[in-house]
Nanobody
Framework: QVQLVESGGRLVQAGGSLRLSCAAS???????MGWFRQAPGKEREFVAA????????HYADSVKGRFTVSRDNAKNTVDLQMNDLKPEDTAVYYC????????????????WGPGTQVTVSS
């Protein structure tokens, strides 16, 4: 089992950058990790994911080229670097740990953090 807590969310202007971090406790290094987001009135959507070995990453088309997911297994953290932010990136961002192979398509995520709010102003 793993416990997750996100941080780094805040208000930022369009075109700006933000780095979210997720701190994990427990057996972190064995889980693929992902980032998801949920905007008001919308369903939660997949943003990015990274394998336990850091070799493989996957991104939603809407963030490719702008967001970068990374992890540090020694520090039990997974980060999401967000550049060129747009108002449509406004959402609560969640990190999650996967327990099955479906992580490559944004499923099989079992453990979730409480989320951190990102607001992008135009």
């Amino acid at each position: 089992q793993v416990q997750l807590v996100e941080s780094g969310g805040r208000l930022v202007q369009a075109g700006g950058s933000l780095r979210l971090s997720c701190a994990a406790s427990g057996d972190f290094s064995s889980y693929p990790m992902g980032w998801f987001r949920q905007a008001p009135g919308k369903e939660r959507e997949f943003v990015a994911a990274i394998s336990w070995s850091e070799v493989t990453t996957h991104y939603a088309d809407s963030v490719k080229g702008r967001f970068t997911v990374s992890r540090d297994n020694a520090k039990n953290t997974v980060d999401l670097q967000m550049n060129d932010l747009k108002p449509e990136d406004t959402a609560v961002y969640y990190c999650a740990a996967a327990t099955g192979p479906g992580w490559v398509v944004g499923t099989d995520f079992r453990y979730w953090g409480p989320g951190t709010q990102v607001t992008v102003s135009s």
